[in-house]
């Protein structure tokens, strides 16, 4: 068994693109049947896009965190944090616009440095490490708003969610330079291929040379400031910072990256997967809602549909392996 | 002191000067003198000796407790490998350091790839300079394979190829050829031989004694962690270093390894336990027909790639897409899995103990009975004074050291480790036990026990398969040998009438 | 009748009967489709709003689809564009919160959509119509029976269940509460726990709560959704005890739904103020025909909040005594804020 | 760095239990200081046993799960189904009582089983899976109870969560039984010994003639049935069945467990640190609630400790390494 796995596995990574985008590919065909073409119409594949950049950017930073063997929980409340602040000081405090974004973002960097300090140089377990951070950045968020939402953000403030580029919203453009840029760093820059190295040998990688701790506590950064970037989209779209922002954006993130064919035992995947994996996820919800399924049974369909879809996936491999 | 270590320091490439090392209860080094200049310069001990940790320390992979390193006469601490490898010394890691994940490119230039304008990797330029060091040492496989595919003996030669690409002022091969059949040694060999004459200077640790004879110029024998002497190669022989090694007071169990076992007659035979016909295994086996008798020992040898380990693999239910017919006891027998292999009565050592052998997590202790608890558990619950019974005895009659059940396995050295894995099958009963290179890393006290062991459970009426690249230490104590050639049977040895290079023509023509 | 009445968007034809017969059809007989995009459907009251819209607007013939956020503000916006695909003649809104839901609003009525809201409003953008129960009020209701039930001899030591306090819904529920007992020197809130609308955390808290100050007195429940662990949590305390009795402890909640009308006939429950999910319902409905039909309207409508004691627990006034569940069996409420419009 | 981390692991695990140990008492000082001894009184020392038992149960299945290098999100999914068709039958259908705890079982069995098979012989992702049939199974309960509360439970169904046993509330009983068989299973019956070996090498453990797969399953099922075992005592406690039962739990779960000492790459760790870190979790929440402390604040504060505590102790650890 093990061994078909070692080269179940081998198979699974040539396949895992393929296997996502078979996923993919299936799906969207059957909701563009189920909804008679209505899921396939230009304005609703643009919406599908548009729903997926957030998850899609925060999908990213926790792809390279996986592959690294560690998990980052706090995504959700760093965008969170993030945003709080930044309402803060553009609404109440009243910087400049400009310099409220570079805060937002130095948010996201600074608790991905904080993450990456604790994962890297204290051994914290990532999950304990970075569950504490949510709850430390999602709790002073909540603080800070105290049950407020701040609102009425400078209109220029709208164009991250809502200004388009070529008549294509500008959050699409966000996320596909993210990801190429993703994809391009670690297929061809050192950082990415250590990254892989760190992931299938940690010992290997500090004997080979590698600034292990160093690379570690980059990682973290990077996703901190996804989600100081996904912040930036959210609170331009909603034009307000509130408590419940990226709630549960985590699990969707690490959801879209195992989808996308990212082992959690690290080592393996990549982000072109990973952003397919979370258009996957938002292409069934926005499926169900075409076809106006009752509210009480979605979450189910959903759940079955994801299983079904992974288990077809795998068995179609069982067989390719058999056969090849 | 340290101004003499100084003095004495002038002219030698490194001198470890007074170095001890202990992990907990446990003493790895007890003020160890050792010094490098041109020379390959083979360090041998028993399991345990401290062979290891003495180079680790050098690479700056383990800092000492006591004592000072000096390179060109200057005192060095390294705090990590990185900083060794930056003042040009270069190390094969006894248990492979690699990236099962990465390609052989990747592998070999982790932070040495070839940039494009833009500064991005250029793949084709990293594969080709990949390609150049692995025709160095005359191996043509793809740089683009992944490393995890590749069977032991390829990725250890990659290890090699590795360390000289570095192209180091000071080479340390910690076992470079344990997983090598005898071809690609000689590579090994040629190349080391070559770069001293490049003066490089090579630090050399193996049980092979042979090797270590035809190769070195000096020889340090350490002995729990003490280092017993340094000689020049002329001043010594093969049984010299034997009784250094193992000491003078074990000298007994050491010579048996030298005279042959007595084997058991061809006349004696009954029904054969196992009847093969025509394995087949895409790409690796062709057609491979053989039986295996009661209280023999069957012995498999070949080179690298010929396959033997795949009939063990076949036979014990790892690999399952085979064809042909296995006959045990007279039924049909289908490996499904090693679980059921293990029920019916089968036993196996891998060849790769780190990924397949040993749970590093888990004691000695639980990693020696790990098979045998179906055996000695009552309704699910283990019986612990079995358990001890069994563990104590076992660890006993392989010396296993230090004799400690409670310590993490992965704090053993190689050997002990090795010795570990093969306990776990002597503790348990079988009808047919299967060892895939099992000496791999065991030292010559250790080899004759082992085998010794194996001769014994032969002896009961248990049939034992050893699959082994090793011509001569599997002439010593098989009693039959098929010769595998590129996963044909090349033919039959009778060790009694046949010399093991015999065994090696075929195996090779 | 729960499973099969939830089917939302299923497009079984209602039979077209009572009141509001016909109405939700236009000229030539093609049904109008009503989005309802709401924050929940976990709580009863939710549930009960949610279903009694739609069985309201099938029984007009009307079709209806509904988009629950579960309190996600950037899905429920993403919603309101999945909804705009299916081209709608009205939407409803129950937002999960009142600002973030603005620009989607905006988007909407720029697409041309009528938006109303219910219950819950939209700031920073004008909706149509909002029509509610005002949260903050309820909160207030509940606040003022304090008040009126305590004095300096006997001093209110107040416990708050709070829903979930990152929600809107929570937060004037609070608001109104504290408003009016701030105004006293004898009502005074020890404690707040945040449940997040969960009972089994409920539980918990006031066991906590009794350990910290065991002379609480007066329990404020953001909803009746968390009552049951509230009593249960006071029944293992042994502080379970009916109006009436020595070390009652007085229990006053909001929404007044089964659970809540319950508590009150048993004495555990001393007051409710009710959160009529059918009221508001009966008059957006109404408005949304208006505009359909070109007929004026107001752009706010507030339901003042009755306030259910042992009095008034059994009349037929409290949504809660209808058939739990059968939303198509409850009749159309009568309301005088907004008559059926005529086309 | 990562030889001194093998060291570290290994001083990790001598130390572990001490350490979450050691974690656990300074709290207690702490808290018992700050409530100047409140916290510490027997009526709600009994108090925080009893809020512990439902996540403490539940992080024991998951404790094993882990140990096997797996992670089970739908622990708090089965509870609330259970709970949920536990409740229609009692109150609905009118089944004997007695019938109905063998149902609720019963759900918690068969969703492990699905979990185990899709895990063991699929080869399905732990992740994925179970977050699949998180939603399946909240779906299927949020189906099922529509939005309302299913109250009104036989009497006797209180025993559980409100009976007490030589004036100890029965729940203790519950968990310090499961607590015990746990630790007993894991050291002393073959099973505990080969999931240590699956986990710590999953190849080698195949190739020593374990079962993994039939072992695997078994691991899930069992965590499904703690599951619902834990909703038994939730459903008892507030004599009802919502939907909101058991949300978020299974991160309360899995912290216990790493607090505890398992680590999340397989092969480490026990049930009693587990328990105890989750009453290091309960006893934070307690002590929040005993202060009063605000509930905008508390989940940051909450964080804080947890991430503090955590430090404080690798710190500790990382001392006596250098003085051995
Ligand atoms: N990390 C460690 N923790 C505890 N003990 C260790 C550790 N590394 C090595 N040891 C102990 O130090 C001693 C020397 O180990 P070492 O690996 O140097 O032996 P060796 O000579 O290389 O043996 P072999 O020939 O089997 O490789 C052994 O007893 C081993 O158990
Ligand atoms: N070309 C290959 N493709 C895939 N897997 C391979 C290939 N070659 C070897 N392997 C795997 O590596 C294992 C080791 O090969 P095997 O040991 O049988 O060859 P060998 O003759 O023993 O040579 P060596 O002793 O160097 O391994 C094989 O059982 C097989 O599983
Ligand atoms: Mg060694
Ligand atoms: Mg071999």
């Given at each position: 068994m093990e061994i078909h796995d070692s080269r179940f596995k081998q198979v699974t990574k040539e396949l895992a693109k393929n296997g996502v985008v078979i996923i993919f590919i299936s799906i969207v065909i059957i909701i563009a049947l189920l909804t008679n073409g209505k899921s396939i119409k230009m304005s609703n594949i643009l919406n599908i896009l548009v729903q997926t950049t957030t998850t899609g950017l925060i999908s990213i930073g926790m792809t390279l965190v996986i592959i690294d063997r560690g998990i980052d929980l706090s995504v959700g409340g760093i965008a969170a944090l993030s945003s709080a602040v930044g309402a803060i000081c553009m609404k109440?405090?009243?910087?400049?616009w400009g310099i409220c974004i570079l805060i937002m973002l130095l948010i996201g960097l600074v608790f991905g440095l904080l993450n990456g300090l604790a994962v890297?140089?204290?051994?914290?377990?990532a999950f304990i490490c970075t569950m504490a951070m949510l709850q430390i950045t999602r709790g002073s968020a909540h603080f800070l708003l105290g049950g407020t939402t701040v609102y009425g953000?400078?209109?220029?403030?709208?164009v991250f969610g809502q200004g388009t580029l070529l008549h294509i919203p500008l959050s699409i453009w966000i996320l596909v330079l993210f990801t190429v840029s993703g994809a391009v760093f670690l297929k061809y820059t050192r950082f990415g291929r250590e990254l892989y190295a760190m992931g299938g040998n940690p010992k290997a990688a500090w004997i080979a040379g590698i600034n292990v701790n160093k690379n570690r506590i980059m990682i973290y950064v990077i996703s901190g400031f996804m989600s100081a970037v996904a912040a930036l989209i959210i609170t331009s779209r909603i034009m307000c910072a509130q408590?419940?922002?990226?709630?549960?954006i985590e699990l969707d993130a690490i959801a879209s990256a195992v989808i996308g064919?990212?082992?959690?035992?690290?080592g393996e995947g990549g982000v072109i997967g990973t952003v397919v994996g979370a258009l996957i996820i938002v292409m069934v919800n926005n499926g169900l809602n075409l076809l106006a399924v009752s509210p009480y049974i979605q979450t189910a369909i959903k759940g079955l549909v994801i299983f079904s879809a992974i288990t077809a996936d795998l068995l179609r491999r069982r067989k390719q392996l058999k056969n090849s | 002191m340290n101004d003499e270590s100084i003095n004495t320091s002038k002219?030698?490439?490194?001198l470890l000067n007074n170095i001890s090392k202990h992990f907990g209860g446990i003493?790895?080094?007890?003020g160890v003198n050792f010094d490098l200049t041109n020379e390959i310069h083979s360090i041998v001990g028993h399991n345990g000796a401290g062979k290891s940790t003495l180079v680790k320390i050098l690479m700056g992979a383990e800092q000492p407790d006591e004592g000072t390193i000096f390179k060109n006469g200057k005192e060095v601490s390294f705090s990590s490998p990185r900083e060794a490898q930056e003042s040009g010394i270069a190390m094969v890691w006894q248990e492979l350091a690699n990236f099962?994940?990465?390609t052989i490119t990747e592998n070999l230039l982790m932070h040495r790839f070839k940039y494009d304008?833009?500064?991005?990797?250029d793949w084709k330029a990293s594969h080709e300079t990949a390609e150049t060091y692995l025709k160095r040492i005359n191996i043509n496989i793809?740089?683009?394979?992944?490393?995890?595919?590749?069977t032991l003996a390829q990725q250890q030669l990659i290890e090699f190829a590795k360390a000289l690409s570095y192209n180091p002022k000071i080479l340390i091969l910690?076992?470079?050829?344990?997983?090598?059949s005898v071809t690609e040694q000689q590579i090994v060999y040629e190349k080391v031989n070559m770069i001293k004459s490049q003066n490089v200077s090579v630090v050399f640790i193996s049980h092979k004694l042979d090797e270590i004879l035809s190769l070195s110029d000096r020889i340090t024998v350490l002995r729990d962690g003490r280092k017993i002497f340094t000689k020049n190669?002329?001043?010594?022989d093969k049984q010299q270093i034997i009784d250094a090694i193992v000491g003078t007071d074990k000298k007994?169990?050491?010579n048996n390894i030298l005279k042959p076992f007595q084997k058991i007659s061809l006349?004696?035979?009954?029904?054969?336990v196992l009847k093969i016909k025509n394995l087949n295994l895409k790409r690796?086996?062709?057609d491979v027909s053989f039986n295996l008798y009661p209280g023999e020992v069957l012995g498999f040898s070949g080179v690298s790639g010929s396959g033997i380990s795949d009939i063990g693999k076949i036979l014990y239910g790892i690999e399952q897409e085979y064809s042909g017919t296995v006959i045990f006891n007279g039924n049909e027998y289908l490996p499904a899995s090693p679980g059921r292999a293990v029920e019916a009565g089968f036993g196996y050592v891998p060849k790769n103990r780190k990924d397949e052998g040993?749970?590093?997590?888990?004691?000695v202790g639980d990693n020696i009975v790990l098979s045998a608890l179906r055996n000695i558990s009552i309704c699910g619950f283990v019986n612990r004074k079995r358990r001890n019974e069994i563990i104590n005895g076992v660890m006993d009659m392989i010396d296993l050291?230090?004799?400690?059940?409670?310590?993490?396995?992965?704090?053993?050295?190689g050997g002990n480790q090795q010795k570990g894995v093969i306990a776990r099958w002597i503790s348990k009963d079988s009808r047919v036990l299967i060892f895939d290179?099992?000496?791999?890393?065991?030292?010559v006290g250790a080899i004759a026990k082992i085998y010794s062991l194996i001769r014994q459970m032969a002896e009961k009426g248990l049939s034992v398969i050893v699959i082994s690249s090793e011509f001569e230490e599997i002439h010593d104590i098989a009693d039959r040998i098929v010769v595998l050639n590129r996963g044909r049977v090349a033919g039959e040895i009778d060790p009694c009438k046949q010399r093991w290079e015999d065994a090696f023509a075929l195996a090779i023509k | 009748g729960e499973q099969e009445s939830t089917q939302?968007?299923?497009?079984k034809a209602v039979v077209s009967e009572g009141?509001?017969?016909?109405?939700?059809?236009d000229e030539n007989g093609k049904p109008y489709i009503l989005g309802y995009v709401l924050n929940?459907?976990?709580?009863g009251w939710m549930s009960a709003n949610m279903n009694y819209v739609k069985s309201l607007w099938e029984r007009a013939g009307g079709k209806f689809y509904s988009f629950v956020s579960d309190y996600d503000m950037y899905k429920e916006i993403s919603m309101m564009d999945d909804l705009m695909q299916m081209e709608p003649d009205a939407i409803l809104l129950h937002p999960s919160d009142s600002y973030a839901i603005a620009p989607a609003v905006k988007k909407a009525k720029a697409a041309g959509y009528p938006v109303f809201a219910i219950d819950i409003g939209v700031m920073g953008e004008k909706v149509n119509s909002f029509v509610s129960t005002d949260q903050a009020d309820m909160g207030y209701a509940c606040g003022k029976y304090v008040l009126d039930n305590s004095s300096a001899s006997k001093p209110a030591q107040i416990l708050e269940i709070a829903g979930?306090?990152?929600?809107v819904a929570a937060q004037l529920r609070q608001k109104g509460f504290y408003e009016a007992v701030e105004?006293?020197?004898?009502?005074?809130?020890v404690q707040t726990i945040d449940?997040?609308?969960?009972s089994d955390v409920a539980f918990d808290g006031i066991q906590d709560a009794f350990e910290r100050?065991?002379?609480?007195?007066v329990i404020f429940s953001h909803?009746?959704?968390m009552m049951q662990g509230i009593l249960e949590g006071l029944r293992v305390k042994g502080k379970l005890v009916p109006k009436g009795e020595e070390g009652h402890i007085t229990v006053v909640s909001i929404d007044a739904d089964p659970l809540g009308l319950q508590g009150i006939r048993e004495g555990h429950i001393d007051m409710c103020a009710e959160n009529n999910p059918l009221t508001p319902s009966a008059v957006v409905i109404n408005i949304i025909l208006a505009e359909l039909y070109g007929v004026d309207y107001k752009d706010e409508y507030v339901i003042e909040v009755p306030v259910v004691t042992a009095e008034n627990?059994?009349?037929?006034?409290?949504?809660?005594?209808?058939?739990?569940?059968?939303?198509?069996?409850?009749?159309v409420a009568d309301q005088d804020l907004f008559p059926t419009p005529v086309r």
């Open positions: 109440q405090l009243g910087f400049s890297a140089l204290l051994r914290m377990p953000l400078p209109e220029e403030h709208s408590i419940t922002i990226g709630e549960g064919g990212v082992s959690m035992a690290g | 002219g030698k490439t490194v003493y790895a080094l007890k099962p994940n990465l304008k833009f500064n991005k990797i793809s740089p683009t394979m992944i490393m995890g595919k590749l910690d076992e470079p050829t344990s997983a090598l190669i002329r001043e010594l007994s169990n050491t006349k004696t035979r009954k029904e054969p690796r086996l062709n040993i749970i590093p997590q888990m004691t050291i230090p004799r400690e059940p409670e310590l993490r396995i992965d704090k053993l050295s290179e099992p000496t791999r890393g065991v030292d | 939302a968007g299923t497009q009141p509001l017969a016909g109405k939700a059809v929940e459907t976990g709580s979930g306090l990152e929600q105004t006293s020197d004898y009502a005074e809130v449940t997040g609308w969960s100050n065991p002379d609480i007195n909803s009746d959704f627990v059994d009349s037929d006034a409290r949504w809660a005594n209808l058939p739990s569940g059968k939303y198509d069996e409850w009749s």
